[in-house]
């Protein structure tokens, strides 16, 4: 007889979404968890935009024609698309979908657009998370500290932000990132529970037939 130390549930992997406006953290969180989960697989979009010097193809993105695009958006091969600055990005389905047969979970890090159409096409499998500032001060303090961006650059992003956080009800899971190790803490808890679910336990049906046949037999 199986003891319960062997016993391994298959599961259907799940779409890890995070959100948040420019310097709330979620960018830091999402590198974290690839690098103490390395089995979680990281969204690699694709992208009509020219590859840069420190861009690995396949790592930071699939770097494609437009022609090749509009064909995968036309067709119902794209999750999500936009259009940013004249260039297009999007997420294949195809990978995605083969990841959470062979459950394995996916990590995104998009913004509400993105994952407003994520929801429309595979929603039972993603579990959303919105990571918010603990006060615009700190945002904004936050985003002079990283010392990457202009004035002006950053007072965009902090007006963008309204935009972002009138969102944040779309989201399954909201943290306020106020202290980094919490805030990760946080979200590991998230994933550990989601991992769970009883709809992503695929292999308990037969688990729980094999249970019934036993009682019946030892009550019989």
């Known amino acids: 007889m199986?003891?319960?130390s062997q016993i391994s549930v298959v599961r259907r992997g799940l779409?890890?979404?995070?959100?948040s406006p420019s310097g709330a953290g979620k960018s830091t969180l999402a590198r974290l968890l690839l690098e103490k989960h390395p089995e979680i697989h990281l969204s690699v979009s694709v992208t009509t935009r020219d590859k840069r010097p420190s861009e690995v193809e396949g790592i930071h993105y699939?770097?494609?024609?437009r022609e090749r695009f509009e064909k995968l958006r036309d067709a119902g091969d794209l999750l999500e698309s936009a259009e940013v600055h004249g260039n297009f990005y999007g997420t294949p389905r195809e990978a995605v979908e083969n990841a959470l047969v062979a459950g394995k979970d996916v990590l995104f890090d998009i913004d509400y657009q993105g994952t407003l159409q994520l929801y429309d096409k595979?929603?039972?499998?993603?579990?959303?998370?919105?990571?918010?500032?603990p006060?615009?001060?700190?945002?904004?303090?936050?985003l002079e500290r990283r010392a990457?961006?202009?004035s002006g650059v950053i007072e965009k992003r902090l007006k963008n932000a309204r935009t972002e956080i009138a969102h944040w009800e779309h989201y399954d899971y909201v943290l306020v990132n106020e202290d980094l190790g919490e805030t990760f803490r946080s979200l590991e808890a998230i994933l550990a529970a989601e991992r769970l679910r009883r709809e992503r336990q695929l292999g308990l049906p037969p688990?729980?037939?094999r249970l019934d046949q036993e009682l019946a037999t030892l009550t019989s």
Do not use: C, N, Y
């Open 2 to 4: 199986t003891s319960p």
């Open 15 to 19: 779409m890890l979404v995070l959100s």
């Open 62 to 65: 699939h770097f494609i024609k």
């Open 122 to 133: 595979m929603r039972t499998d993603i579990v959303g998370v919105f990571i918010l500032p």
């Open 135 to 142: 006060s615009a001060t700190e945002l904004k303090t936050r």
């Open 148 to 150: 990457e961006d202009a």
């Open 207 to 209: 688990i729980v037939d």
